[in-house]
């Protein structure tokens, strides 16, 4: 199964502030089927960007994904206070499905 | 706009079978071609697939779970369900159902999610 590393671990910075998330796969991710989702505590991940790089619906245009092949990031190009999260990347070019341990995103 | 809910016993002993129902409201589980799927997270850590259901029946397994495994769904009453057999304590975790939409030829990536049920595993 395709492994997803996601770095860094923990990622402090300020609302305002430019915010770079990565994930690694351990081989490449096909047709970069590659997705991101936002976790707030005590609630249910949500979908965020798939495709590698298309915003799912509802999500603002401050979110941005990118990558392909073995590559991917998230940008958030302004952090809102709402932002402050945890990011988690999977891969569905693959089977089974396999998502990465997660960036934690914390207010400086 | 479709909702998820899951629901089952928040307790299960080692050995015995974990079973859990997410009801999908708002909208037909036969309907525009989702998988329907159950993903769990343990503490502290990402997401893990555990397999899902078309509405046709068809199902994909996580291999590493297939053999303790079995996904079902009714479709007169909308809900579809899971059933894990001989637990131990690592099948601890919270259990999702989610919503998926099939890539071309790839899984699927998950647009509607459950809000979550923690299921314990302990004697």
């Known amino acids: 199964e395709i492994v997803l590393a996601q770095s860094p671990g923990t990622l402090s910075l300020s609302p305002g502030e430019r915010a770079t998330l990565s994930c690694r796969a351990s081989?490449?991710?096909?047709?970069?089927?590659l997705a991101w989702y936002q976790q707030k505590p005590g609630q249910a991940p949500r979908l965020l960007v798939y495709d590698s790089s298309t915003r799912a619906a509802g999500i603002p245009d401050r979110f941005s994904g990118s990558g392909s092949g073995t590559d991917y990031a998230l940008t958030i190009s302004r952090l809102e206070p709402e932002d402050f999260a945890v990011y988690y990347c999977?891969?569905?070019?693959?089977?089974?499905?396999?998502f990465g341990q997660g960036t934690k995103l914390e207010i400086k | 706009q479709a909702q998820l809910l899951e629901s089952g016993p928040g307790l299960v002993k080692p050995s015995q079978t974990l079973s859990l129902i997410c009801t999908v409201s708002g909208g037909s589980i036969s309907g525009a071609g989702y998988y329907w799927t159950w993903i769990r997270q343990h503490p502290g850590k990402g997401p893990e697939w555990i397999g899902y259901i078309f509405s046709s029946g068809s199902v994909y397994y996580n291999p590493s779970l297939q053999s303790r495994l079995s996904i079902s769904v009714d479709t007169s009453k909308n809900n579809f369900s899971l059933k894990l057999s001989s637990v131990t304590v690592a099948d601890t975790a919270v259990y999702y159902c989610?919503?998926?939409?099939?890539?071309?030829?790839?899984?699927?990536?998950?647009?509607?999610w459950g809000q979550g049920t923690l299921v314990t595993v302990s004697s």
């Open positions: 999977q891969q569905y070019g693959d089977s089974p499905d396999t």
């Open positions: 989610a919503r998926g939409r099939k890539s071309y030829f790839g899984g699927c990536r998950y647009d509607m």
């Open positions: 081989e490449s991710v096909s047709a970069s089927y």
